[in-house]
């Protein structure tokens, strides 16, 4: 057996144990179907599975499925022999059988089995159902069949659900801190007022200052203008017209 096959079945076990809470010992619900396949390829289940899991397991079966296999009579004998030694799990169908199939459908809805069968109308229906797993033997080899498509679609959706739902939390625990930064800065402002400040205009100072001494530039212009004046009129004067010009 090559070590990748290994891995492989480590990751699929992984994928269920984290995603559908399979846990240790792993239940492996074994059909007659697989059973005759084993005795065919002379696979001594048990033996093997627990080399191809590499942990601990619990090979298990149901009254329906040692039922179904005894009515089918000697050319299932081997694999009814084989299929009784398992333990059996009540599967609630005491007293009232119903075909293997349907027993381990029902099985799969309660508890948490690794489906050891070869019944491919079973698995198809398995495979659609998310968090099933399915066991076979591709002739005397164990194979633990990767995540169905409906399995990973699940998961995914899963995750991505639990990323919105984070990515809302965070922004709402921001939004939260927001308001209570704002109530703070709202506070400080408030305190931080008091008294009010004096209107500055009202504390101009007044254009009349007592004591202040006259511009001396203005004050010279001013006295300019007074002697213009003077000067003016006397001007005025000189300009008299005589007397013998005012007869004419
Ligand atoms: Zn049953």
């Known amino acids: ?3 990748s096959r290994f891995k492989k079945a480590h990751k699929t076990l992984t994928f269920f144990a984290t995603n559908f809470d399979y846990r240790e010992p792993y239940q492996i619900l074994v059909d007659a179907t697989f059973c ?22 619990k090979l298990v079966t149901t009254q329906c499925v040692i039922l179904e296999a005894e009515s089918l009579g000697s050319p299932l004998a081997g694999a009814t022999m084989i299929v009784k030694k398992f333990h059996v799990h009540k599967c609630g169908h005491e007293g009232a059988p119903v075909p293997a199939s349907q027993c381990i459908k029902s099985m799969t809805k309660g508890g948490r089995y690794v489906i050891a069968s070869q019944d491919r109308t079973l698995q198809d229906s398995l495979r659609r159902v ?4 399915l066991l076979y033997l591709h002739k005397a080899t164990p194979v633990l ?22 990515i809302e939390k965070h922004v709402e625990h921001l939004k939260q801190i927001q308001t209570i ?7 400080q402002i408030k305190t931080r007022r008091g008294p009010k400040n004096p209107n500055p205009l ?21 006295k300019l203008s007074e002697t213009s004046k003077v000067q003016m009129k006397k001007k005025r004067k000189r300009i008299k017209t005589s007397n013998h010009i005012k007869t004419l």
């Open 36 to 57: 005759q396949i084993a005795l065919q390829n002379k696979v001594i289940i048990e033996e093997q599975i627990k080399k191809y899991f590499q942990t601990t397991i």
């Open 130 to 133: 998310p968090g099933r797993i």
């Open 145 to 166: 069949e990767e995540p169905s498509e409906a399995s990973k679609k699940y998961v995914s959706k899963k995750s991505q659900k639990s990323l919105t739902s984070g």
């Open 202 to 222: 009202s504390c101009k100072k007044s254009t009349k200052q007592k004591g202040k001494k006259p511009n001396p530039i203005i004050a010279k212009e001013s």
């Open 1 to 3: 057996m090559k070590i």
């Open 181 to 187: 930064q704002n109530e703070k800065l709202y506070k």
